[in-house]
């Protein structure tokens, strides 16, 4: 696992792989369970968490509906605070713009704040190309990149990482980096931390850029707002002299009456805490204060396009506290990395396939990667219908249809790979549409069931290769009611 | 009161013993049960896999089975839950294709009348004792249908509690997802095997006998990876165990 989520295959083909390392899974159940328990109690402990829920969903909604109002509004706020404000319609016109505003200020080492919209566009790669050095400072984040890693969770992106093996990876790696680990560093939370906390203190005293991404975007008055748990988002929020932030545009919430909202749903959803311990917000530049010059970007890459799908847009209205991958039962055997994306478990199913189109191999399989039990739905802070919009993207991929790519109406094949799949179902909804030939079918397997194998050869084994075969009962209800009842009702066959 | 028994295609081809214990508890209840043979599949196969236009003849066909009944009752979770939370959908993606309200309006009939077997015993007759004698342990394992999408609740618990003779067992993280889930079974065969393994897992540290679900569907995957393992644990469907009485034990 190294830099890059390109050419990463299936998820079935990668789920499977992380399924046979027991550690991983063993990693991965610990720490989604003791979060997951964590944030039923905080949940519980408000009694209006539905109608704080509701309210959630309908403030996203409400922005959505109405994003280009709020997108200048915002912009109009940053810029007469003293920011400026850069539109980028992908992932490259992000990464340019902010390699461009990095060169500009002559330096070649930055200071980062956790930050998805940052992974999902892979600035750190865009800036290494321009040989600029970004330094995670969260850390997790800190662990993964020593590691040569990628992130395997939103909130927690070390989650797949035990204690020993991080106190290898800062032995190894911290003193290619910067300040070494200490001699005989063990693999006690408290020195491990203290590692950290040396290492990064370097970097925040040195930096003259800082680069983050924000959790909000209030339109009414400009304001960008981080939540965090470390304070070490805050350091690169301040320290340096220059301060780039890349957002989505989906980011943004009309006033601060609706961003207290979020300050609640948030951090109960997320690390279970009933307020998260630091919430930085700043509003463009202040004399005297923080960072001499503040760019914000506002990413698209795709936001737009999903907007313009009914079903799919509500995926926009997450705010990535990450509770859906700490109950997903799919995530918590697969792993992280197997979703090919920062945006792992149930809500990268959903965001993936949207962002980047569902014709890529990966892609196409990530609304598959769920059994629609719909624990994510049910924990969603902000209520939206993961199984629904997984079932919606299946759709796309097997019967294609109309969708936005770049702002343009096309109409999508369908993938392709489902050919064998697409005339089981077919000659499956063709017999259920004809009961009578159903029942003689079944009537020729009742007869034969003696003879039926154990175990399926091919795709079958799919099934039988750690599950029993159902028996075929000698007689369907069909015909019981039939023989003990006489018919009721016409048959019929399709209209 | 005209109450129609909707058996769904897997009890129907697979466990017709299901469909029967439900005939013969509804019975003994005072409820006369239809079987309109007209019925088929729900569609749930088709359209969670994606295939939701080979889903709407099934929808048109569930209309004209159950048009002219005032309850349609499933031993199914999910099946009832494909038919109330899907069928709208459908038929309002029909509609937005510019292809009528015939199916808005299938749904419309269909949604208010189509009860889960325990919702129906619960909520319109009213019972929790159904007077079942079952002299077994049993684990009850909540399925995800039942249990996030129709909301069942406690609804299988407060019946299986008023069964004499049978012994409830706690299953340890009963509301995780077994690993069925349709088609993800034998798309992801290694998640769902290793979802089905914990499951089981959990269900054979009970030490009961049997495991007790709404859905047969959920207990297909369940039963075959304790029937792999030689695990001496039943699967059971909960119409089954409510079916069963003294003089005719099941």
């Known amino acids: 696992m190294s830099g890059t989520y390109l050419g990463m295959p299936a998820f079935p083909r990668a789920a499977a792989a992380a399924t046979r390392d027991s550690r991983l899974r063993a990693n991965l159940r610990h720490a989604t369970h003791t979060i997951r328990d964590k944030r039923a109690k905080a949940v519980a402990e408000l009694d209006d968490w539905d109608r704080l829920r509701a309210a959630g969903a309908a403030v996203k909604d409400r922005t959505l509906r109405h994003l280009d109002h709020y997108l200048e509004q915002l912009e109009t706020a940053v810029t007469d605070a003293g920011g400026q404000v850069h539109w980028a319609a992908d992932a490259d016109e992000a990464n340019r713009i902010v390699t461009r505003l990095v060169?500009?200020?002559?330096?070649?080492?930055?200071?980062?704040?956790?930050?998805?919209?940052?992974?999902?566009?892979?600035?750190?790669?865009?800036?290494?190309?321009?040989?600029?050095?970004?330094?995670?400072?969260?850390?997790?984040?800190?662990?993964?990149?020593?590691?040569?890693?990628?992130?395997?969770?939103?909130?927690?992106?070390?989650?797949?990482?035990?204690?020993?093996?991080?106190?290898?990876?800062?032995?190894?790696?911290?003193?290619?980096?910067?300040?070494?680990?200490?001699?005989?560093?063990?693999?006690?939370?408290?020195?491990?931390?203290?590692?950290?906390?040396?290492?990064?203190?370097?970097?925040?005293?040195?930096?003259?850029?800082?680069?983050?991404?924000?959790?909000?975007?209030?339109?009414?008055?400009?304001?960008?707002?981080?939540?965090e748990s470390e304070g070490n988002g805050r350091m690169c929020l301040t320290l340096p002299e220059t301060l780039i932030s890349v957002v989505g545009i989906e980011k943004t919430v009309p006033t601060w009456q609706d961003l207290e909202v979020y300050l609640q749903l948030l951090p109960r959803s997320s690390t279970a805490e009933r307020m998260n311990p630091y919430t930085s917000t700043w509003t463009g530049t202040t004399d005297g204060d923080g960072p001499r010059t503040f760019h914000l970007v506002l990413l698209d890459n795709g936001r737009t396009d999903t907007l313009a799908d009914t079903v799919g847009r509500q995926a926009l209205r997450c705010i990535r506290c990450s509770a859906c991958l700490n109950v997903c039962p799919v995530y918590e055997r697969a792993g992280g990395h197997a979703y090919g994306s920062p945006y792992p478990g149930p809500i990268g199913a959903i965001l993936t396939p949207q962002f980047r189109g569902t014709e890529g191999t990966l892609e196409a399989s990530l609304p598959y990667a769920s059994s629609l039990c719909g624990a994510c739905y049910e924990v969603c802070p902000v209520a939206i219908d993961i199984p629904e919009v997984l079932v919606h993207l299946r759709e796309r991929v097997v019967e294609g249809g109309p969708v936005v790519r770049n702002g343009v109406r096309t109409v999508l094949r369908p993938a392709r790979g489902h050919a064998a799949e697409r005339a089981a179902m077919r000659a499956a909804g063709w017999a259920f549409d004809h009961p009578d030939a159903l029942r003689r079918g079944m009537r020729l397997a009742a007869r034969t069931r003696r003879l039926h194998p154990r175990r399926l050869p091919g795709p079958g084994r799919a099934w039988s290769d750690t599950r029993e075969l159902p028996a075929v009962p000698a007689e369907s209800f069909r015909d019981w009611w039939q023989r003990t009842r006489g018919t009721s009702g016409r048959e019929g066959s399709a209209e | 009161m005209r109450v129609a028994l909707f058996v769904t295609c897997i009890n129907d081809t697979l466990h017709p013993r299901t469909g029967q214990a439900v005939v013969t508890l509804l019975e003994r209840l005072g409820v006369e049960v239809d079987f309109p043979a007209e019925q088929s599949c729900c569609g749930q196969p088709q359209f969670n896999t994606g295939y939701r236009h080979a889903t709407e003849p099934l929808v048109r066909r569930f209309d004209r089975a159950f048009r002219d009944y005032d309850y349609v009752v499933t031993p199914s979770g999910s099946c009832a839950a494909m038919v109330r939370d899907n069928y709208p959908r459908i038929g309002a993606k029909a509609a937005a294709e510019g292809r009528g309200r015939r199916l808005v309006d299938a749904a419309a009939l269909a949604v208010p009348k189509t009860y889960e077997l325990t919702e129906f015993l619960v909520d319109v007759l009213k019972v929790t004792d159904v007077g079942a004698y079952y002299p077994h342990t049993v684990t009850y394992h909540p399925t995800c249908h039942g249990l996030r999408m129709l909301g069942l609740g406690d609804r299988p618990r407060r019946l299986l509690a008023e069964v004499r003779g049978l012994e409830l067992r706690e299953l340890p993280g009963a509301e995780e997802c077994c690993g069925f889930g349709g088609t993800f079974a034998v798309k992801n065969p290694a998640v769902s095997a290793a979802m089905g393994a914990d499951k089981v897992r959990q269900v054979i540290g009970t030490g009961a006998e049997v495991v007790c679900t709404v859905d047969n569907s959920c207990l297909l995957h369940i039963g075959g990876t304790l029937a792999r393992q030689g695990a001496p644990v039943r699967p059971v469907h909960i119409a089954e165990i409510l079916a069963s009485t003294e003089g005719s034990p099941r």
Do not use: C
Request: charged share 25%; net charge negative.
């Open chain 1, 103 to 227: 060169r500009e200020t002559g330096e070649t080492e930055v200071v980062k704040v956790k930050s998805m919209a940052t992974q999902e566009i892979g600035l750190n790669e865009a800036l290494a190309e321009a040989g600029i050095r970004a330094y995670e400072t969260d850390l997790a984040e800190l662990i993964v990149q020593l590691g040569r890693d990628l992130p395997s969770h939103i909130l927690v992106p070390a989650i797949h990482r035990n204690r020993s093996e991080i106190r290898d990876i800062f032995r190894r790696e911290m003193a290619s980096w910067g300040r070494a680990a200490p001699e005989g560093l063990s693999d006690s939370p408290a020195e491990l931390a203290e590692a950290a906390r040396l290492h990064l203190r370097e970097k925040f005293l040195t930096a003259k850029v800082g680069i983050s991404g924000a959790n909000f975007m209030v339109a009414e008055s400009g304001t960008l707002v981080v939540v």
